[in-house]
């Protein structure tokens, strides 16, 4: 048997790459909307209000918003609790008390 020259190792080389790409990509967006799959054919809506901060890292990560009058806080972090209702922002944040 012929042991395979330079030129075929760097087209075999260089076709992996390829394909490791393709099937990277094809993965990757494949599942981009499995996020939002428990919101199908339902009308996304804004909250009434809504402040962004800065968090210590230097990340607009922080956010306080309204909806219908109760008052949340929220982090894009994935640790520890993410979502955080604060009665105590109701009137003075949201301007009444809850609907």
């Known amino acids: 048997m012929r042991k395979p020259d330079r030129v075929q190792k760097i087209v075999t080389s260089v076709v992996g790459v390829v394909v490791a790409a393709l099937v990277t990509t094809f993965v990757a967006t494949g599942c981009g ?29 922080i956010a306080r ?21 604060v009665p105590e922002w109701d009137v003075p944040f949201c301007g009444a008390a809850p609907k």
């Not at 996020?35 to 607009?60: F, R, S, T």
């Open 33 to 61: 909307d499995a996020n939002k799959a428990d919101l199908k054919n339902v009308d996304g809506k804004k909250p009434d209000h809504i402040e962004v901060y800065i968090n210590v890292d230097d990340h607009p990560n």
């Open 65 to 85: 918003f309204c909806i219908g009058g109760v008052a949340f806080a929220s982090t894009s972090r994935a640790a520890g609790e993410n979502f955080l209702r």
